[in-house]
Nanobody
């Protein structure tokens, strides 16, 4: 099971840190990622990382603003978001893939959290 937290309402230019805690399996064995879905739009990849942490992918829209990380001791992954824009408003979900390799394709992920709402508005 994956459980996200940390979403909320923030003003443009603000920051949020999303967390995704795993229970029932060791997250460090899996490639993991963050996805988001805005109203009326398809789910899109935000960022993903290999099981080792050595390979990281960011969508162009979030490069240099978002940072993905993982804490093996806490069995948790994070998404630090800075310089938030109104277009970042979406439901953010974490996911884990039964592979050590990352993938931007949501269909290749096996486990999903329930999602957390991020709203960027003044």
């Amino acid at each position: 099971q994956l459980v996200e937290s940390g979403g909320g309402l923030v003003q443009p230019g603000g920051s949020l840190r999303l967390s995704c805690a795993s229970s029932g399996f060791t997250l460090s064995y899996y490639a993991v990622g963050w996805f988001r879905q805005a109203p009326g739009k398809e789910r899109e990849e935000v960022s993903c990382v290999t099981s080792s942490g050595g390979g990281i992918y960011y969508a162009d829209s979030v490069k240099d603003r978002f940072t993905i990380s993982r804490d093996s001791a806490k069995n948790t992954m994070f998404l630090q978001m800075k310089g938030l824009k109104p277009e970042d408003t979406a439901i953010y979900s974490c996911a884990a893939r039964e592979s050590k390799f990352l993938s931007p394709n949501p269909n290749e992920y096996n486990y999903w959290g329930q999602g957390t709402q991020v709203t960027v508005s003044s």
